[in-house]
Every structure is written in structure tokens, then in C-alpha cells.
């Protein structure tokens, strides 16, 4: 976690006007920049102590300074931070009625006790002023098919004149504007505001908070906006139905498949266009029941795409319970969405030994895990068909 700076003994900060800030007025511990009392400060140069000092209460009247030399260029370091992937949220607050709002991605946590969190606005921002002078934010954080709502608030889109029109917000403590369908805000009290370079450093005590939509985050690297690549699992379970299947059971066991004479809890059709929000709220519905196991089946043929849309979000609210597909074979598009399942999270399936009855073959998903080097159990020499 980030905190605030922990000694500046050997720190001196001059103004951007030239003038030395005195050390009385640099952030250390047991004298902070009260925001409450004085508005965070912005000081562009940084001068080093020749003798540094541990603290003394706040005595480094003693310190001799000399400027720094800069270390790294702008671009290069501009390119080198781009490779740290990041959440993107928007900070939002709100000031004599009126709401303001930006993306951000510099946030961090701080503290448990007390919950703390900490947001990194641009001195040169307007959003900067708005904080400092209203003393509260909110961030809401951003989910998967949420980039544009980030690129919204990052001034992306110059045709929208009003960043808050048709978007659900809600309102905590504070009274700062709260994204209704984020995957999680939190509204703060700023305590605290520490002078970092061309930004401040806003500290902020965690009044309310909440996660309205648990699922994938939205990402942001390399200066674009992203989701999690995901890898493929090490080894996945495969579950084998029909007739013929239970005639075998002894033998498909022993290989190391699962027989199901009878699925478990199943949601039907859970890859059909525009369904995405009733496939997780079923789903939702019977882990909420104590269910263990639940088995997503596509009814219909579904796109890669769509069974990405629905198992990004699922697989981030089943947590520790088995999420298990059973995908039809649509002439091979089937094991392009088992694929899809498994770098999604997915580690079961269910199949059938002769993918006739709206199911995955066996061996063809086998055939797949193997040259992806994902483990499996093997088919016995003898493959009965039904």
C-alpha cells in the first residue's frame, strides 16, 4: 500500500515562483499538510540536503540543499509507466450543487484502520481546485464495457456536453455522485493533502462504500483500455452424459472422468443475446441457495463473443463454487467457445461420447485441452460410440 511520506529530513521543497518553502510546511510525520486548514501545496523543483538529518520534531533548519539533477526524461518515463497496468475509476464531487467529474487511474489503498484510500490529481486540472475547495470525492470504479464511460470523463468525447446525462448515479454520505452500476465506489472525506511534484496527493477517509456489480474490471495499459488477459488453467474436469456413458461408467472412471447420470443445478439458455443480465442474476439466485456447482448451458448456437460477455462475469461471482458449460459443437465454433471458457476461468465441461445430443464430444474437447497443454484425462484405447 501507498502511505503518505514516512521522513523528510533530507527534502527540501522550493515553489515554483522561487520562493523556499519553509521546512514547518513540508509534510512530515506529526505535521501534515491539514487540509482542513491549508490547501495542498505544489512545488515543481526538488533541492536535497548535502547533510541529511533524521527529524527532530520539525527542526531541519540545519539542512544544506542542492538541486537534483533531473535523472530521467519525460517520454521515457511517460513510456516506462505506461507498462503498469492499472483500474480505472472516475473521481467525482460535487461543489455549491454542481457535479464534476474525471477519470482517474493514480488511486491506491492506505490504510485499513482507519480506511484510508488516496486519489493523485494534476495541480493543472480543474477537478484539483474542486476537491481542494469542497473537501470530499467519490470514486467509482470501472467494469469491463465501461471504457466508455472512462473515456467520457477523461474529455474523450467531445460530443457529449454533459458527462453525468444518462448514466444511473447515486448519492452516499458525502453527497458526491456515485456510479449506480459501478463494480464498487467509495465516498471520502479528504483528511489530508500532500504536495507531490505537479500533483497532490489526496487522503481521504472512507465514509460509505459499496460493490453494486461484481464482476471483471476494466484495465488500462499502455495507454489503452483493456481487460485481464486471461491464462488457460492447468487441467480441467470433463463430465460425460448419455446413454452409453453410463454402460462405460467403470471404465471412463477409472480413466479419470466424471459419469453424470443427472446434471446439477443448470441455468438453460444462459448464452442468448441480450440475456447476459438474467444468466448472472439466475446464477446469483442459486449460490445464494447454497448451490456448490452450477452448469451453464447454451441452448442456442452462441458466438465466442457472447460467451465471453457472460463468463467474464460469472466466473468473478462464483468465486470458490464450480462453474461448469455444456456447449453445443456448431460444426467446430464449439471448441472455439471451450477455449474461450477456459481462458475465462471455466474448468469444467460437459460432454457426450458422441456429441449428438446438443453437446461437446468428448474426444474433441480432449483433443483440444491436449494441444493447448492443458491436462485432462485420456479416453480409453476403446472408444464406444453411441
Not at 456448490?292 to 470458490?320: G, H, I, M
Amino acid at each position: 500500500m501507498v502511505g503518505p511520506p514516512q521522513c523528510c529530513s533530507s527534502v527540501r521543497l522550493q515553489s515554483s515562483v522561487g520562493r523556499s518553502i519553509p521546512p514547518s510546511e513540508t509534510p512530515c510525520p506529526g505535521r501534515v499538510t491539514d487540509f482542513r486548514r491549508r490547501g495542498a501545496r505544489t512545488d515543481r523543483r526538488l533541492t536535497r540536503a548535502t547533510t541529511p538529518r533524521y527529524v527532530s520534531g520539525n527542526d531541519v533548519s540545519s539542512c544544506e540543499t542542492e538541486t537534483l539533477p533531473v535523472s530521467v526524461d519525460s517520454i521515457t518515463f511517460r513510456s516506462a509507466l505506461a507498462q503498469w497496468p492499472s483500474g480505472v475509476g472516475v473521481v467525482t464531487t460535487v461543489i455549491d450543487g454542481q457535479r464534476h467529474g474525471m477519470t482517474a487511474s493514480s488511486f491506491s489503498s492506505v490504510s485499513l484502520n482507519p480506511p484510508l484510500v488516496s486519489v493523485c490529481l494534476g495541480v493543472h486540472l480543474p477537478s484539483h481546485a474542486l476537491v481542494e475547495r469542497a473537501g470530499v470525492f467519490a470514486i467509482s470504479f470501472l467494469g469491463k464495457g465501461q471504457a466508455g464511460i472512462g473515456q467520457r470523463f477523461a474529455g474523450m468525447r467531445p460530443e457529449v456536453t454533459d458527462r453525468f446525462a444518462g448514466l444511473d448515479w447515486a448519492h452516499a454520505e458525502t453527497g458526491c455522485p456515485v456510479l449506480a452500476n459501478a463494480t464498487a465506489w467509495l465516498d471520502c472525506r479528504v483528511v489530508h493533502a500532500y504536495p507531490g511534484g505537479d500533483h497532490t496527493i489526496f487522503v481521504g477517509e472512507v465514509l460509505a462504500a459499496s460493490t453494486p456489480r461484481v464482476g471483471a474490471p476494466l484495465l488500462f495499459h499502455s495507454s489503452a483500455w483493456s481487460q485481464l488477459a486471461d491464462p488457460l488453467p492447468e487441467k480441467i474436469d470433463i463430465a460425460i452424459g448419455g446413454r452409453l456413458s453410463r454402460l462405460r461408467a467403470n471404465t471412463l472412471v477409472t480413466a479419470g472422468f466424471t459419469v453424470r447420470a443427472t446434471p446439477g443445478p443448470m441455468i438453460a439458455d444462459a448464452f442468448r443475446p441480450g440475456g447476459e443480465d438474467a444468466t448472472l442474476a439466475e446464477l446469483d439466485q442459486l449460490l445464494r441457495a447454497g448451490h456448490t456447482a452450477v452448469t451453464l448451458v447454451e441452448k442456442a448456437d452462441a458466438s465466442p463473443v457472447q460467451v465471453r460477455a457472460v463468463l467474464a462475469d460469472a466466473t468473478v461471482r462464483a468465486r470458490r463454487a464450480s462453474l461448469r458449460v455444456r456447449l453445443r459443437p456448431q460444426r467446430g465454433l464449439g471448441l472455439v467457445n471451450a477455449m474461450v471458457a477456459m481462458k475465462s476461468g471455466v474448468t469444467g465441461f460437459d460432454t457426450t461420447l458422441s456429441g449428438r445430443a446438443s453437446a461437446l464430444r468428448t474426444r474433441d474437447l480432449v483433443f483440444l485441452a491436449r494441444q493447448l497443454g492443458v491436462s485432462c484425462p485420456r479416453l480409453p484405447a476403446t472408444k464406444p460410440e453411441e
